[in-house]
C-alpha cells in the first residue's frame, strides 16, 4: 500500500482537525473566565449576567444600610440580631433570652470551643433564631467570610457544627482614564477603595505619582470578587492583573504564586519592587521635606525629622508597610498619631490626623497600601497636612535613605508555568471588560 491516504481519509482528517480547534478554543474561553477553585460554584455563561445583577444590588442594599446604621440589635421576624459592644460579654449578652443557667452555659461553652471568649471583636453579630413556640433554639456566628459556627439549643442540650458556606467567586475589570488622580477617578469609575488602595501600594516604588501621571494617562485593573450567597456580602479579593499606562507606556503586572507566596511579576518575570511606601497617600504634593528648615511656628532653625505632604482634610493615608500598630493616639505636638513597627529596623509615624480607621487598635496587624487614618490638622500644625516619619533603628531618616528589597526573576518551568498563567488573567481582563 502505497504512503499516499485516499482523499477521502485525508478530508476526514482536516474537518476532524478544525472541528476540535474550535471546541479547544470555545471551551477554553470560557474555561478561562470561570477558573475553578476549591469551594466555588461553577458558573456558567448564562447565569453570569444574574449574578451580576445581584452583585450590583447587593453593593446598592449594602450603602443604603451604612446610612440607616444598623441598631445594635434589630428584629426581623423570628430573627434577632446583636452586635457585640465594647466590654460586652457572651454572659450579658445570652442572659435576657436565656433563664436556663445550665442551657446558657452549654451554649457558652460551645461557643468558646471556637472564638476565645476574651477576645470576643467588637461589632462581631450573633443570629438568635426563635422557632414556632418562640423558643429560640438556634444560634448562628459567623467565624470569617465563608464559616458559620450553628448552635444548636435542644430541651436540655446544645450541639455545635461549623458551616462552610457556599461562596461564588467572580472578577471584575475596570479602565479607566486619569483626569486628577487613581484615587479619585477609581472612585468615579466603581473600583473599591481597598482595591484602589492596593493598586496605588503596587506602583509606589516604580512610579513618582506626583509627576509622572498626567492627564489622559489610563489604568486598567482586573480583581476577584468573592459573593457569599446565604448573608448575601461581598468580599474583594487579590489584583490579578493591573496596568497603569503613562504616556502610552505599559507598567504591567500579574499575581503569581511562586514557592515563596504570592508576587506580582511584570510580562518578563521581575517581580515588583518592594520596600517601605515614601508617599504613604495619594495625589499629595510635599510641602516640607526632611532637613532643616524654619519652623512655620516656632521661628527657630531646626532639623525637620519628617515629610510633610499637604492634602485635604480626610485624605485617606495608608499603612507604609505590613507591620504591627505600635501606638494609636494622642501624642503631644503630633495631635492624632500612629506609629507602626514594620520589623526589628523600620517604623513609621503619621501625625496631625483629623480621626483614625474605625477600631485601629495597639497590636493589629495592618498591611502596606491599607487606610489607617485620614490627614488632619490636630496638634502643633498650620494646615491640613500629613507629617510622615520613617524611623530606622530608633531614628528618624531621610526617606531619600531607604533601601529597596530585593527583586526576584522567575527561570525555566516556573517561568514556563508563569508566562500561561499570565494569558488566562489577560483573557479574563479582556473578558469581564467587555462583558
Ligand atoms: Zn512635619
Known sequence: MSLKLPYIIRYIIIILLLSLSVKFFFSG???????????????????????KEVLNKLKTIKSEENIKKIDDIKLIKNEIIIKIKKDDTLNNILSPYFINKKIKNLIINEIGKEIKLKNLKINQKLFLYKNLNGVISKIIIPLNFS???VIDIFKDNVSGKKLKLDILKEYESKKFIIKSSIYKDGKDA???????????????????FQREIRKGDEFEILYEVFYNKQRKSILFGEIKYINLILQKQKNEFFHFKTNEGYDYFDREGKNIQRSILKTPLDGAKISSPYGKRT??????????????FA?????????????????VGRNGGYGKYIRIKH???????????????????KGQRVNQGEIIGFVG???????PHLH?????????????????????KLKDEELKTYKNEINKIYSNFLFYIYE
Do not use: C, W
Not at 474561553?29 to 449574578?51: M, R
Open 343 to 361: 520589623n526589628s529596623q523600620y517604623k513609621t509615624a503619621y501625625a496631625h490626623l483629623n480621626s483614625y480607621i474605625k477600631n485601629l487598635h
Open 377 to 383: 490638622s490636630t496638634g502643633k500644625s498650620t494646615g
Open 147 to 149: 464559616t458559620d459556627l
Open 295 to 308: 519652623h512655620p511656628i516656632s521661628g527657630y532653625t531646626k532639623m525637620h525629622k519628617g515629610v510633610d
Open 388 to 408: 510622615y516619619e520613617i524611623i530606622y533603628l530608633g531614628k528618624q531618616i531621610n526617606p531619600k535613605q531607604l533601601k529597596l528589597l530585593p527583586t526576584k
Open 29 to 51: 474561553f470560557y474555561k478561562l473566565a470561570i477558573e475553578e477553585t476549591k469551594g466555588t460554584i461553577d458558573i456558567n455563561v448564562e447565569n453570569k449576567k444574574k449574578i
Open 190 to 208: 466603581q473600583v473599591p477603595l481597598t482595591i484602589l488602595s492596593n493598586a496605588i501600594r503596587l506602583y509606589s516604588y516604580d512610579i513618582d
Open 311 to 327: 492634602a485635604p482634610k480626610g485624605t485617606p493615608v495608608f499603612a507604609g508597610g505590613n507591620g504591627v500598630i505600635e501606638f
